[in-house]
T-cell receptor, first 115, second 112 residues
Framework: NAGVTQTPKFRILKIGQSMTLQCAQD?????MYWYRQDPGMGLKLIYY???????DKGEVPNGYNVSRSTTEDFPLRLELAAPSQTSVYFC??????????????FGAGTRLSVL | KQEVTQIPAALSVPEGENLVLNCSFT??????LQWFRQDPGKGLTSLLL?????REQTSGRLNASLDKSSGRSTLYIAASQPGDSATYLC???????????FGAGTTVTVRA
């Protein structure tokens, strides 16, 4: 009954450090997404993937990288952390085809502070 | 570009009162609209999904309506309870892709 699992839950980084936010889903969903949520704002799409080996940029991709080597995992990489990347990060997944765009299921989030 | 707006940003009601949450969107060419609930420090839980061909969806005390032509959706929560206190977000999927555009949410407090 795991769904979408994100690790870590909290992290504090110093400016210039790098880290990887992990995301795994066990629902055999083809689509996966990374969002960030800033205080008082809606979620903004960072990157998404339509299947293993295929990724594309969302609305706010600068400063981030992703990879999708398996159906289950979709890690998000921050190479040189900046204070502007302080946010809550959510991973989501869905089973989506041309004919059916289904509900996205979300992880519990990773709260990141860059100081 | 699709813009999604939720007004008010916050709402406080006494227990038992009915809740009415509003969502408006600028591009009526949508595939579906979803309402999510977010509890503090937690992820999002999907409450209701309305396809563009539907006018409303119901689940228990929740009812969501959709008027595509006017770019509006309303979430009704009947007989509110303190456990309904949370942030409610709406999101639309555009017709030509599968990406969600989110509103900023309405934070609801139900007073016992």
């Amino acid at each position: 009954n795991a769904g979408v699992t994100q690790t870590p839950k909290f992290r504090i980084l110093k400016i210039g450090q790098s880290m990887t936010l992990q995301c795994a889903q066990d629902m055999n969903h083809n689509y996966m997404y990374w969002y960030r949520q800033d205080p008082g704002m809606g979620l903004k799409l960072i990157y998404y993937s339509v299947g293993a080996g295929i990724t594309d940029k969302g609305e706010v991709p600068n400063g981030y990288n992703v990879s999708r080597s398996t159906t289950e995992d979709f890690p998000l990489r921050l190479e040189l952390a900046a204070p502007s990347q302080t946010s809550v990060y959510f991973c989501a997944s869905s089973y989506t085809t041309y004919l059916a765009k289904n509900i996205q299921y979300f992880g519990a989030g990773t709260r990141l502070s860059v100081l | 570009k699709q813009e999604v707006t939720q007004i008010p940003a916050a709402l406080s009601v006494p227990e038992g009162e009915n809740l009415v949450l509003n969502c408006s969107f600028t591009d009526s060419a949508i595939y579906n609209l979803q309402w999510f609930r977010q509890d503090p420090g937690k992820g999002l839980t999907s409450l209701l999904l309305i396809q563009s061909s539907q006018r409303e969806q119901t689940s228990g005390r929740l009812n969501a309506s959709l008027d595509k032509s006017s770019g509006r959706s309303t979430l009704y929560i009947a007989a509110s309870q303190p456990g309904d206190s949370a942030t409610y977000l709406c999101a639309v999927t555009r017709s030509n892709d599968y990406k969600l555009s989110f509103g900023a949410g309405t934070t609801v407090t139900v007073r016992a």
